[in-house]
């Protein structure tokens, strides 16, 4: 039985992920110097979806350089996060699972952004394949997709399976993975020191491989055209256009 993502993220991972990925301002920088290098700002229907928004690393560059941002995760948690970070900001949070297409449908996004680790939450390779269909159709005409996530294909052996993300002083948090045929199981270990004490929790959950040839054909297969794909430090970045017409490419 595989193991509950959501449940992973609220009762554990939120309240950890902002500090583990390097603290929120940073990673928003980061993100916005992406955004800034590819000239991906508000042209034609000024609007953008963020998949697996979190706690907003993508939703807070895309808004404050003009887009109205539509947020989707399934995690209240962290969306609480980005609501208090989003005020004054043009950003519609909507609590839901992305594979739930028609909880962001008729949008008509010249942007969609599915970042960070999310592909590889899906479950299954279809559900990959159905959410770049999805998003294809959602797209307007010249809109662009743009994915990041990990390429988990590669398998660690022995104690490079132990992957120290953070610390500081009272917190420790680790990452072990354990390899299967379609899906790389994740332990997320924290340490955490109260009263001179350390109590250690642990909770895990899957992601799913995604080969690169495999995103590859799913996006051209929908009807994109690949115009940025590049692989760095075991991060997969791919931005893909929605052709004028179809038929033409």
């Given amino acids: 039985m595989k193991t509950d993502v959501k449940s992973h993220y609220e009762n554990h991972l939120s309240n950890y992920y902002s500090w583990i990925s390097g603290g929120f301002d940073p990673r928003?920088?980061?993100?916005?110097?992406?955004?800034?290098?590819?000239?991906?700002?508000?042209?034609?229907?000024?609007?953008?979806?963020?998949?697996?928004?979190?706690?907003?690393?993508?939703?807070?560059?895309?808004?404050?350089?003009?887009?109205?941002?539509?947020?989707?995760?399934?995690?209240?948690?962290?969306?609480?996060?980005?609501k208090s970070k989003s005020k004054n900001l043009n950003v519609e949070i909507l609590e839901n699972d992305i594979l739930n297409f028609n909880s962001y449908s008729n949008r008509n996004p010249e942007l969609i952004v599915c970042m960070g680790d999310t592909l590889t939450h899906l479950g299954t390779l279809k559900s990959?394949?159905?959410?770049?269909?999805?998003?294809?159709?959602?797209?307007?005409?010249?809109?662009?997709?743009?994915?990041?996530?990990?390429?988990?294909?590669?398998?660690?052996?022995?104690?490079?399976?132990?992957?120290?993300?953070?610390?500081?002083?009272?917190?420790?948090?680790?990452?072990?993975?354990?390899?299967?045929?379609?899906?790389?199981?994740?332990?997320?270990?924290?340490?955490?020191?109260?009263?001179?004490?350390?109590?250690?929790?642990?909770?895990?959950?899957?992601?799913?491989?995604?080969?690169?040839?495999?995103?590859?054909?799913y996006i051209k297969e929908a009807g994109f055209d690949i115009g940025f794909f590049v692989v760095k430090n075991g991060l997969i970045t791919l931005i893909a256009k929605k052709p004028a017409y179809e038929g033409e490419k």
């Avoid at 350089?65 to 399934?74: L, N």
């Avoid at 988990?152 to 132990?162: A, I, N, S, V, Y």
């Avoid at 990452?175 to 340490?191: G, M, R």
């Fill in 128 to 217: 990959v394949s159905d959410l770049i269909k999805n998003c294809y159709n959602e797209l307007s005409e010249n809109g662009r997709l743009v994915l990041t996530f990990r390429d988990l294909t590669k398998e660690l052996q022995g104690e490079e399976r132990f992957i120290p993300v953070r610390s500081e002083d009272d917190r420790i948090f680790i990452c072990f993975l354990e390899y299967h045929i379609e899906y790389v199981k994740v332990f997320d270990i924290v340490y955490e020191k109260e009263n001179r004490k350390w109590n250690q929790k642990i909770s895990s959950y899957e992601k799913i491989k995604i080969p690169q040839e495999t995103i590859k054909q």
């Fill in 28 to 82: 928003a920088e980061e993100n916005q110097k992406f955004f800034e290098k590819h000239k991906i700002k508000p042209e034609t229907s000024k609007v953008a979806i963020d998949l697996g928004a979190g706690s907003g690393f993508q939703s807070i560059p895309l808004a404050r350089s003009g887009f109205k941002v539509i947020a989707v995760d399934f995690s209240k948690k962290l969306l609480n996060e980005l």
